[in-house]
């Protein structure tokens, strides 16, 4: 057997395995017993509730995964790759359209094979445990505008890599990096005036108790901002949340609709001195940074794949490509961007005990941040007792008793000091 075949497949079958088993010892790992920190939130009926969200939601993933990665595999050795290049190069264009044409009907086929899926995830599970408001036609306007900008961001950032690595030699994967560093950044900027817009309305918050109370907060850690904006979630879901989007004069705050709805003005302002803190404590450009080097290295190990006869063998192919070769190099890469993501997800959880430090230091209100949480926790009926492998391998946030508990450690720890 081709090596590089048995590569893949042992990959494909390898994250298969370890997902099952994650999840399946996440949802054994569930408390039946209420935790103490959430009585009064939790009534037993609604904490039931949480559990069979999360059951719900771990057997239709795992049901979904069984389904596609045998399709994947069966994909791969009957051929499906090069059967899809010859239909891409019998349109006799170049090198850079034919791998539009090879990229894109691999990502619509792929769209509209989980598509069912991401609608029975919306319209049954999440519509059976009050989630969901998302419309048909949200639902499908969501879709065609995703798909545009993929079109229109992921051809043009696609047809740039292709060009670099076809026209400029040895060197094409640092082009490719300093470019897509370059036009990253520059989404970043622009995403929260030109992007999100297309799918969400963000209006100024009104005047009135919460929007003082954040600016007076806000000017006194010196943080300057666009503005405070509403987004109007509500039309997808109950869900709720809050987030800062871009940078410089677009830096702006972005409280959920339906996050207003259910919280005091003191436990909103805790959430956004959290947000807040990530700014200050440099997190953004840490994971920027991150981000950048991340890319660079990709590249440079994807540039020493480029046409691998034993790689384009394995998938069967008849002739080689830089846009096949960019493909497959994504399955032997997988297990790379996996250790990468862990170390991504311990340093992204260390920095969520800081963000909440932060808070509770500045504002001065720890309870209205652990209420805040409590909430939060309630509202998204989130697992309040994961398994340590599901946190250590997927969570990018602490769960919720354990910052709890650091935030009282470090009210403690402040309470002495004054003393």
Same mark, same amino acid.
């Given at each position: 057997?081709?090596?590089?075949?048995?590569? +893949?497949?042992?990959?494909?079958?390898?994250?298969?395995?370890?997902?099952?088993?994650?999840?399946?010892?996440?949802?054994?790992?569930?408390?039946?017993?209420?935790?103490?920190?959430?009585?009064?939130?939790?009534?037993?009926?609604?904490?039931?509730?949480?559990?069979?969200?999360?059951?719900?939601?771990?057997?239709?993933?795992?049901?979904?995964?069984?389904?596609?990665?045998?399709?994947?595999?069966?994909?791969?050795?009957?051929?499906?790759?090069?059967?899809?290049?010859?239909?891409?190069?019998?349109?006799?264009?170049?090198?850079?359209?034919?791998?539009?044409? $090879?990229?894109?009907?691999?990502?619509?086929?792929?769209?509209?094979?989980?598509?069912?899926?991401?609608?029975?995830?919306?319209?049954?599970?999440?519509?059976?445990?009050?989630?969901?408001?998302?419309?048909?036609?949200? !639902?499908?306007?969501?879709?065609?505008?995703?798909?545009?900008?993929?079109?229109?961001?992921?051809?043009?950032?696609?047809?740039?890599?292709?060009?670099? $690595?076809?026209?400029?030699?040895?060197?094409?994967?640092?082009?490719?990096?300093?470019?897509?560093?370059?036009?990253?950044?520059?989404?970043? $900027?622009?995403?929260?005036?030109?992007?999100?817009?297309?799918?969400?309305?963000?209006?100024?918050?009104?005047?009135?108790?919460?929007?003082?109370? +954040?600016?007076?907060?806000?000017?006194?850690?010196?943080?300057?901002?666009?503005?405070?904006?509403?987004?109007?979630?509500?039309?997808?879901?109950?869900?709720?949340?809050?987030?800062?989007?871009? *940078?410089?004069? *677009?830096?702006?705050?972005?409280? *959920?609709?339906?996050?207003?709805?259910?919280?005091?003005?003191?436990?909103?302002?805790?959430?956004?001195?959290?947000?807040?803190?990530?700014?200050?404590?440099?997190?953004?450009?840490?994971?920027?940074?991150?981000?950048?080097?991340?890319?660079?290295?990709?590249?440079?190990?994807?540039?020493?794949?480029?046409?691998?006869?034993?790689? !384009?063998?394995? !998938?069967?192919?008849?002739?080689?490509?830089?846009?096949?070769?960019?493909? $497959?190099?994504?399955?032997?890469?997988?297990?790379?961007?996996?250790?990468?993501?862990?170390?991504?997800?311990?340093?992204?959880?260390?920095?969520?005990?800081?963000?909440?430090?932060?808070?509770?230091?500045?504002?001065?209100?720890?309870?209205?941040?652990?209420?805040?949480?409590?909430?939060?926790?309630?509202?998204?009926?989130?697992?309040?007792?994961?398994?340590?492998?599901?946190?250590?391998?997927?969570?990018?946030?602490?769960?919720?008793?354990?910052?709890?508990?650091?935030?009282?450690?470090?009210?403690?720890?402040?309470?002495?000091?004054?003393?």
């Amino acid at each position: 057997m081709n090596l590089y075949l048995l590569v +893949i497949l042992v990959i494909i079958g390898g994250n298969y395995l370890l997902d099952a088993i994650i999840e399946t010892l996440n949802v054994q790992h569930v408390s039946t017993e209420l935790p103490e920190e959430f009585v009064g939130y939790y009534d037993a009926e609604k904490y039931q509730q949480a559990q069979n969200y999360l059951k719900e939601n771990t057997r239709f993933g795992i049901i979904t995964d069984s389904l596609f990665t045998p399709v994947t595999v069966a994909f791969i050795l009957l051929g499906g790759f090069n059967y899809v290049d010859q239909l891409a190069r019998s349109c006799n264009l170049g090198s850079i359209p034919t791998g539009l044409i $090879f990229s894109g009907i691999l990502l619509f086929v792929s769209q509209l094979l989980h598509l069912p899926f991401s609608a029975y995830a919306t319209f049954v599970i999440e519509e059976k445990y009050g989630f969901n408001r998302t419309t048909l036609k949200t !639902f499908i306007l969501d879709i065609l505008k995703g798909w545009l900008l993929t079109a229109l961001i992921g051809g043009a950032v696609f047809s740039m890599v292709l060009w670099f $690595f076809e026209k400029t030699g040895t060197w094409a994967w640092l082009y490719c990096w300093a470019a897509v560093t370059g036009i990253q950044l520059f989404l970043t $900027f622009i995403a929260p005036v030109v992007i999100m817009p297309l799918f969400n309305k963000f209006v100024p918050l009104e005047e009135g108790e919460l929007k003082t109370a +954040i600016e007076s907060y806000a000017r006194s850690r010196g943080f300057k901002m666009k503005g405070v904006f509403t987004m109007d979630a509500s039309k997808r879901s109950t869900k709720s949340n809050a987030f800062f989007t871009g *940078f410089g004069k *677009f830096r702006r705050i972005v409280l *959920f609709d339906t996050l207003i709805e259910k919280h005091t003005v003191d436990e909103l302002v805790s959430v956004l001195a959290h947000e807040m803190g990530h700014y200050k404590k440099k997190h953004v450009i840490q994971s920027i940074l991150i981000s950048i080097i991340t890319t660079g290295l990709m590249f440079f190990i994807l540039s020493l794949f480029l046409h691998n006869k034993g790689l !384009f063998a394995a !998938f069967k192919m008849k002739e080689t490509s830089i846009y096949a070769s960019l493909l $497959f190099f994504g399955f032997l890469y997988a297990p790379i961007e996996m250790m990468l993501s862990l170390v991504g997800s311990m340093l992204s959880r260390k920095n969520e005990y800081a963000a909440d430090g932060y808070a509770v230091t500045t504002y001065g209100n720890p309870e209205s941040m652990i209420t805040a949480l409590k909430k939060l926790s309630v509202d998204n009926l989130s697992n309040l007792t994961p398994h340590p492998l599901k946190v250590f391998i997927s969570y990018s946030h602490p769960p919720v008793l354990q910052r709890i508990k650091a935030i009282r450690k470090t009210t403690a720890t402040l309470a002495g000091d004054v003393l």
